[in-house]
């Protein structure tokens, strides 16, 4: 069975409790459900994992290809603007991976619009709040279906 790997960084734990205002009022659990319950409609299997530790996301990024996990969705959280380490990770498993954030980081303060992870992903999803998690398994989906198994890459710097 095509597997797909659901990552949550740093304080995606505590969804709908900390500032409902900005990430909405679902739960994380509520969230990883329904993304759940989508990818196996599709006849595919969602694993989900959060941590609040880089070197915990680092370790599940590394084991993924010996999971047979095929592409990698990924909210690195406060992360995405500080990982160096987890970039890396992403890039050493050669998996595409999705980047989904639930607020819309160009719209939020300065030091949010920088990711580490949004040139070597597949896809950006932000913005959409719960809704980019199924937004982003149906793009795994479709880009499982259209046989694209395409590799980060890291553009050259000019």
């Not at 069975?1 to 409790?17: C, K, Y």
């Not at 990430?23 to 299997?45: D, F, M, V």
């Not at 050669?94 to 303060?109: D, K, T, Y």
Request: aromatic share 6%; net charge neutral; glycine share 8%.
């Amino acid at each position: 069975m095509t597997r797909l790997l659901l990552l949550n960084g740093p304080n995606l734990n505590l969804l709908g409790t900390r500032e409902p205002d900005i990430y909405g009022a679902e739960t994380l659990q509520g969230i990883e459900r329904r993304a759940t319950h989508l990818a196996r409609a599709e006849g595919i299997e969602l694993a989900c994992f959060q941590s609040n530790a880089e070197h915990e996301l680092i370790g599940r990024i590394q084991q993924a290809p010996a999971e047979k996990v095929e592409v990698l969705i990924f909210n690195p959280g406060a992360f995405t603007h500080t990982s160096i380490a987890l970039r890396d990770a992403v890039l050493a498993v050669g998996l595409p991976m999705i980047e989904v954030h639930l607020s819309n980081p160009q719209a939020r303060e300065e030091f949010r619009r920088r990711s580490y992870f949004s040139d070597i992903a597949i896809g950006v999803i932000s913005g959409f709040g719960p809704l980019g998690y199924e937004l982003a398994v149906r793009a795994a989906c479709g880009h499982l279906a259209a046989g694209d198994r395409a590799r980060p890459r890291v553009r050259a710097s000019s």
